[in-house]
């Protein structure tokens, strides 16, 4: 049985491990994966912590476009060709994982085996979501879409405690902060998340469901069955 929780790492032979020589790292909350117009030098495999991948505009306002957890590998796009990326990644809670160069990489995704059939499943999956939250961002309504993203973020984390300012969380929604207060405090009110100061706690994920969109259990599923080589929603 694998001893890596990243579901790419979990699903590769041993060869393909050995050729692309893992050198762990510690993604401390904070920790700047990429920035836009740098180049991309390494590719990430997470195994715990949450990182967020942003869109920055003129103004210096950023909104996420992109959430990654164990299911993750940061720094994909550099396997087909990307050079610099265009969006802000960072930790939004630390965590682990490991690194390897993109041209380390990119010779173990050349050979045609499962790395590079993982890694294209992978790229599906973060397109569905990108798509799902797009779709989601100008259909549902804000108290949906907080539910959607503590119960996204509390399974990539795989941990129903996490912490995170309202501040953030409006940043990442793209909303003004007032309005995730005072949803925060109605989801709070009816037992559906606890917080004190920047820590936020589900008990009961179920009934958070209830309160979020149809989406939440679209990118789930999705993210949860990429790496199935059968599933429902690969042609």
Not at 174 to 203: C, M, Q, T
């Amino acid at each position: 049985m694998s001893t890596y929780k990243n579901k790419v790492l979990q699903n590769l032979c041993p060869d393909a491990i050995a050729r692309l020589h893992l050198k762990p790292v510690v993604l401390e909350l904070g920790h700047e994966i990429e920035y836009p117009g740098s180049s991309i030098g390494h590719i990430f495999f997470i195994e715990a912590g949450m990182g967020s991948m942003t869109c920055t505009f003129s103004d210096g306002s950023q909104i996420e476009v992109g959430m990654f957890g164990y299911q993750s590998v940061v720094g994909i796009s550099a396997l087909m060709g990307t050079k610099k990326s265009l969006n802000r990644i960072y930790m939004q809670m630390p965590g682990s994982g490991y690194m390897v160069p993109v041209d380390t990489a990119k010779a173990e995704f050349a050979r045609g085996d499962d790395f590079q059939r993982l890694a294209l499943r992978y790229v599906q999956a973060q397109l569905t979501q990108a798509t799902q939250s797009a779709a989601c961002n100008a259909k549902h309504n804000v108290e949906q879409r907080l539910a959607r993203w503590l119960l996204l973020c509390a399974d990539r984390a795989e941990n129903n405690v996490f912490s995170i300012s309202q501040q953030s969380l409006a940043d990442m929604l793209g909303v003004a902060r007032p309005s995730v207060s005072v949803i925060a405090a109605e989801f709070k009110k009816e037992g559906l998340i606890e917080y004190k100061r920047n820590d936020i706690y589900i008990p009961n994920t179920e009934a958070l469901q209830k309160r979020a969109c149809e989406c939440y259990l679209v990118i789930k599923h999705h993210l949860e069955n990429y790496a199935e080589f059968d599933t429902g929603f690969v042609v």
